[in-house]
């Protein structure tokens, strides 16, 4: 098991930026593929983006990609999602989420272990 401590969350303005990070421990953090998610009041937990634990490989939801980065630092059990040009409709709950295998990486259902969420707000 993964434990998953997410932070960095915040009240921006429309086109601000903002960078969460989340803090793993507990199993060897490189072995896994690292998720972010997201979830707005009356809907379903999102996928955001996603980062293999070998080589880097990512993927994106269309809605943010161009303006979201997700990385990964394995020495130091980090993983970031950088959000620039921020709208309203990035409104959520966001959260880190670490699968075993980068078997079908934008599901859910892929992710064992899920950090609390932490929430970004941005006001128009």
């Known amino acids: 098991q993964v434990q998953l401590v997410e932070s960095g969350g915040g009240l921006v303005q429309v086109g601000d930026s903002l960078r969460l990070s989340c803090a793993a421990s507990?199993?060897?953090?490189?072995?896994?593929?690292m998720g972010w998610f997201r979830q707005a009041p009356g809907r379903e937990r999102d996928f955001v983006a996603t980062?293999?634990?070998?080589?880097?490989?990512?993927r994106y939801a269309n809605s943010v990609k161009g303006r979201f980065t997700i990385s990964r630092d394995n020495a130091k059990n980090m993983v970031y999602l950088q959000m620039n040009s921020l709208k309203p409709e990035d409104t959520a709950v966001y959260f880190c989420?670490?699968?075993?295998?980068?078997?079908?990486?934008?599901?859910?259902?892929?992710?064992?272990?899920w950090g609390q969420g932490t929430q970004v707000t941005v006001s128009s």
């Open positions: 989420a670490a699968a075993p295998t980068f078997s079908k990486p934008t599901l859910a259902m892929a992710y064992n272990d």
């Open positions: 507990g199993r060897t953090f490189r072995n896994y593929a």
């Open positions: 980062i293999s634990w070998n080589d880097g490989s990512t």
